[in-house]
């Protein structure tokens, strides 16, 4: 008998949909060094994680506002303009996650996302809904590289890690994913996608 081949598991944000604040905050803050500054001690990285974790939108925002009022139209700004913080989508992934659910391979996702703007985006991009089961962070208050989040997909799932090849543009959560005995694919562009799904064992 052939070898099983290896269930794949996608990231979401720069795998499938491009997600880059700086496409928002350059036009609200064209000066490159204050943009650098504001991204670096206001609009974090740290700060955004939290919503990831589940925090909502609504006190992350009254959170920041109060501690820094000059920049309040700034931090509200990441809120409700966030979809021009998401660009568009990775043509060439959507296209691969599109030929594995028509041929019927059963496909998953575990993504860093908050509650409300997962929400939206399975909305904007029908696509996310064809998973066959989804982990997203803010549900489970969990984030990656955690490896309990890993863990949750594939007990809810019913997968063995060892049948699963995960895609995700963090070299931090695909160590994890390979720690927890699943395959990795570390998406950088330019990469070959497909490429790098045969050399795992899926034929595609």
Avoid at 25 to 40: G, S, T, V
Avoid at 85 to 101: H, M, N, Q, W, Y
Wanted: proline share 5%; glycine share 4%.
């Amino acid at each position: 008998m052939p070898a099983k081949a290896p269930t794949v598991v996608f990231d979401v944000g720069n795998v499938l949909v491009r997600w880059d604040p700086r496409v928002l905050y350059r036009e609200l803050i064209p000066d490159e060094a204050k943009l650098d500054w504001f991204m670096q001690n206001v609009c974090t990285a740290a700060w955004n994680i939290e919503q990831d974790r589940g925090r909502s939108w609504e006190d992350a925002v009254a959170l920041l506002v109060a501690a820094h009022p000059e920049w309040e139209a700034e931090i509200k700004a990441y809120d409700e303009r966030w979809h021009e913080t998401i660009p568009g989508v990775v043509e060439d992934s959507v296209a691969v996650l599109r030929e594995l659910k028509a041929r019927g391979d059963k496909v998953y996702a575990i993504t860093n996302f908050s509650r409300e703007k997962w929400a939206e985006c399975l909305i904007r991009f029908p696509f996310l809904q064809s998973f066959d089961g989804v982990v997203v962070s803010a549900h489970e208050r969990l984030i990656k590289p955690d490896p309990a989040i890993y863990h949750v997909l594939l007990e809810r799932y019913g997968l063995s890690a060892h049948d699963c090849v995960f895609i995700d543009d963090s070299a931090r959560n695909i160590e994890s994913a390979r720690a927890v005995g699943m395959q990795g694919v570390h998406f950088v562009e330019p990469i070959d996608l497909r490429a790098q799904l045969r050399a795992a064992g899926v034929d595609i």
